[in-house]
């Protein structure tokens, strides 16, 4: 919604414009402004959550490739990648969203959220891999080499989602509604491995 990196450092915040980057993050975009007019001069209260990647069982895209692949055993160019990422899982989300729907302080309200621990795309295919049971096989390949590879196989998108940095601060939830993530990342990411390995 407020784009597709962050710089080093630095975190998206609701305050930040909304910078959508594709048709799906212009029509969540025009969702959440039609949301708003809607309610506008009435009772009805409104909530909009921002989530970054949201992972759990069933998820499908490039995080289940990704999953996969490490699974497999097969080794990964992705080892010289020094990014973080936040991410949500689906279980966290869905405590959030409750926390929403009880907390009166959620009230037309925008909020961001995350499990509150970033980590790195070389980070994650080792917590993946220890879900796995597998050894982490990552490969050092130089950034520029990566980024000239997935040029010619046009999957330059593919690689910035793997090596951009994309950070939100979540300060907002956890000070107006008092909420944590309840579930620590090691464990969110052994229960999708557990799903993405089952026959």
Same mark, same amino acid.
């Given at each position: 919604?407020?784009?597709?990196?962050?710089?080093?450092?630095?975190?998206?915040? &609701?305050?930040?414009?909304?910078?959508?980057?594709?048709?799906?993050?212009?029509?969540?975009?025009?969702? &959440?402004? !039609? +949301?708003?007019?809607?309610?506008?001069?009435? @009772?009805?209260?409104?909530? *909009?959550?921002?989530?970054? =990647?949201?992972?759990?069982?069933?998820?499908?895209?490039?995080?289940?490739?990704?999953?996969?692949?490490?699974?497999?055993?097969?080794?990964?160019?992705?080892?010289? *990648?020094?990014?973080?990422?936040?991410?949500? %899982?689906?279980?966290?989300?869905?405590?959030?969203?409750? #926390? #929403?729907?009880?907390?009166?302080?959620?009230?037309?309200? +925008?909020? +961001?959220?995350?499990?509150?621990?970033?980590?790195?795309?070389?980070? +994650?295919?080792?917590? =993946? !891999?220890?879900?796995?049971?597998?050894?982490?096989?990552?490969?050092?390949?130089?950034?520029?080499?990566?980024?000239?590879?997935?040029?010619? =196989?046009?999957?330059?998108?593919?690689?910035?989602?793997? %090596?951009?940095?994309?950070?939100?601060? *979540? %300060?907002?939830?956890?000070?107006?509604?008092?909420?944590?993530?309840? *579930?620590?990342?090691?464990?969110?990411?052994?229960?999708?491995? @557990?799903?993405?390995?089952?026959?």
């Amino acid at each position: 919604m407020h784009g597709e990196s962050t710089l080093p450092g630095k975190r998206y915040t &609701e305050l930040d414009a909304p910078a959508p980057q594709d048709a799906y993050a212009i029509s969540k975009l025009a969702a &959440e402004v !039609a +949301l708003r007019q809607a309610t506008a001069n009435s @009772a009805t209260a409104w909530v *909009i959550i921002r989530p970054p =990647l949201v992972y759990g069982p069933g998820v499908k895209a490039n995080f289940a490739v990704l999953a996969r692949t490490v699974a497999r055993g097969w080794p990964l160019p992705l080892g010289a *990648i020094r990014n973080q990422r936040s991410m949500v %899982s689906v279980n966290n989300l869905a405590d959030f969203v409750v #926390c #929403c729907l009880t907390n009166p302080m959620a009230a037309n309200q +925008l909020f +961001l959220v995350s499990d509150g621990q970033d980590l790195s795309t070389p980070e +994650l295919a080792r917590h =993946l !891999a220890h879900a796995a049971g597998r050894p982490p096989r990552l490969l050092a390949l130089p950034i520029p080499l990566l980024k000239l590879a997935a040029a010619v =196989l046009g999957k330059s998108a593919t690689l910035a989602r793997l %090596s951009d940095n994309l950070q939100l601060d *979540i %300060s907002k939830a956890q000070i107006l509604l008092g909420w944590r993530p309840p *579930i620590a990342v090691k464990q969110s990411l052994s229960d999708t491995m @557990a799903d993405i390995r089952k026959p």
